[in-house]
Nanobody, 117 residues
Framework: QVQLVESGGGLVQAGGSLRLSCAAS????????MSWYRQAPGKERELVAT???????RYADSVEGRFTISRDNAKNTMYLEMSSLKPEDTVVYYC???????????WGQGIQVTVSS
């Protein structure tokens, strides 16, 4: 099993910045893709950004140019640097990890980000 713990959420003013962290522990061998998702009440969970074990990132159009995903494999931690935050970025953010060959997917418990206007 893999445990994912998010941190760094909170309240920020519009236009501000915030950094989320996701620390992975447990049986992390074979984890290749890690991602950030977010979900607003009553809506489906959506992909925000994803990064491979080799460090290749991809972003949703809604955050391209504002958010930066990265990972430190030595620390087993993934980050999401969020800047130019908007009120519509106010949602719960989830950390996701996938083991190679479809051998498992894991989710964090979620962390709230609130952007005030």
């Amino acid at each position: 099993q893999v445990q994912l713990v998010e941190s760094g959420g909170g309240l920020v003013q519009a236009g501000g910045s915030l950094r989320l962290s996701c620390a992975a522990s447990g049986s992390i061998r074979g984890i290749d893709v890690m991602s950030w998702y977010r979900q607003a009440p009553g809506k489906e969970r959506e992909l925000v950004a994803t990064i491979t074990s080799g460090g290749r990132p991809r972003y949703a159009d809604s955050v391209e140019g504002r958010f930066t995903i990265s990972r430190d494999n030595a620390k087993n931690t993934m980050y999401l640097e969020m800047s130019s935050l908007k009120p519509e970025d106010t949602v719960v953010y989830y950390c996701y990890a996938r083991r190679i060959a479809g051998l498992g997917v894991y989710w964090g418990q979620g962390i709230q980000v609130t952007v005030s206007s």
